[in-house]
T-cell receptor, first 116, second 112 residues
Framework: DGGITQSPKYLFRKEGQNVTLSCEQNLNHDAMYWYRQDPGQGLRLIYYSQIVNDFQKGDIAEGYSVSREKKESFPLTVTSAQKNPTAFYLC???????????????FGDGTRLSIL | DQQVKQNSPSLSVQEGRISILNCDYTNSMFDYFLWYKKYPAEGPTFLISISSIKDKNEDGRFTVFLNKSAKHLSLHIVPSQPGDSAVYFCAASDATGNQFYFGTGTSLTVIP
């Protein structure tokens, strides 16, 4: 079955440590996205990538980094510079392109990150 | 600043009745609107969409209405079923489709 896999489901980080969240898709989608969800807030875009080896900052990119070396993979690193990293992180993918060709985003089941 | 707003955090409806979920947006450049449904501990799943050239789109029990002049869209679920109980997010994008802006969600409870 095609889909998006995020791992792990729960992740704990010590203060001052970097941590990487995994996102893999086998939908052959060009575009991939990372969102953050906090209680009482909508999904906020961290980074997105429309094509391999290219990515763009979203609204809240500070303290995060990404790479897109393969079409299937879009890992997100939460660095020690992110002052409030505790949140629910969602990865998504789509066919990409403008809205006339783009299909809706498919989401993974998320990773919940907590600070120890 | 929240560009997409869902002002009702929760909604309860009797089974068989209509559920109406509302969403307002501020950016006049938004051209494409979507509704997602989310169950606990899962990612959102796409429900229905509408582009700005339409004012209504229907898919089975789900209908989305768009009022561009009011910058308002709504999702109607008729008849509501207990399995519809979930959090519903609306989202919007301009024509580039590069970024989607999400509302804060409305938690729908359908009472059997």
């Amino acid at each position: 079955d095609g889909g998006i896999t995020q791992s792990p489901k729960y992740l704990f980080r010590k203060e001052g440590q970097n941590v990487t969240l995994s996102c893999e898709q086998n939908l052959n989608h060009d575009a991939m996205y990372w969102y953050r969800q906090d209680p009482g807030q909508g999904l906020r875009l961290i980074y997105y990538s429309q094509i391999v080896n290219d990515f763009q900052k979203g609204d809240i990119a500070e303290g995060y980094s990404v790479s897109r070396e393969k079409k299937e993979s879009f890992p997100l690193t939460v660095t020690s510079a992110q002052k409030n990293p505790t949140a629910f992180y969602l990865c998504a993918s789509s066919t990409g392109g403008d809205i006339y060709s783009n299909q809706p985003q498919h989401f993974g089941d998320g990773t919940r990150l907590s600070i120890l | 600043d929240q560009q997409v707003k869902q002002n009702s955090p929760s909604l309860s409806v009797q089974e068989g009745r209509i559920s109406i979920l509302n969403c307002d947006y501020t950016n006049s450049m938004f051209d494409y609107f979507l509704w997602y449904k989310k169950y606990p501990a899962e990612g959102p799943t796409f429900l229905i969409s509408i582009s700005s050239i339409k004012d209504k789109n229907e898919d089975g029990r789900f209908t989305v209405f768009l009022n561009k002049s009011a910058k308002h869209l709504s999702l109607h679920i008729v008849p509501s079923q207990p399995g519809d109980s979930a959090v519903y997010f609306c989202a919007a994008s301009d024509a580039t489709g590069n970024q989607f802006y999400f509302g804060t969600g409305t938690s729908l409870t359908v009472i059997p």
